[in-house]
Nanobody, 122 residues
Framework: QVQLVESGGGSVQAGESLTLSCVVS?????KAWFRQAPGKEREAVAV????????DYADSVKGRFTISQDHGKDTVYLQMNSLTPEDTAMYYC??????????????????WGQGTQVTVSS
């Protein structure tokens, strides 16, 4: 059984940075960050592949967000720079046991964290 525990959310001003962490216990194929803003559907943000360290990003965060992992600490990070109020959302860490489908497809993820809130004020 894979468990995910997120941390690092908070309230910041526009233009500031924040780093989210997710401790992932167990074997995974990939880990991803999703987010859900009030009144909107949950959307994919970034993915990292456990064995290759390959990454991919949503267009809305490319160049601002960086996903990384520390294998020794079983932790995946989301470094968020140049935050804007549009980045305000609940951020969720998710993991797949095996590959398949496009990385943005939420239904492909087997495990989810409880979420951590990020609020960006202007």
């Amino acid at each position: 059984q894979v468990q995910l525990v997120e941390s690092g959310g908070g309230s910041v001003q526009a233009g500031e940075s924040l780093t989210l962490s997710c401790v992932v216990s167990g074997n995974t194929y990939s880990k991803a960050w999703f987010r859900q803003a009030p009144g909107k559907e949950r959307e994919a943000v970034a993915v990292i592949y456990t064995d290759t360290d390959g990454t991919d990003y949503a267009d809305s965060v490319k160049g601002r967000f960086t996903i990384s992992q520390d294998h020794g600490k079983d932790t995946v990070y989301l470094q968020m720079n140049s935050l804007t109020p549009e980045d305000t959302a609940m951020y969720y860490c998710a993991a797949k046991r095996v590959g398949g489908g496009h990385w943005i497809e939420q239904r492909r993820y087997h495990y989810w964290g409880q979420g951590t809130q990020v609020t960006v004020s202007s």
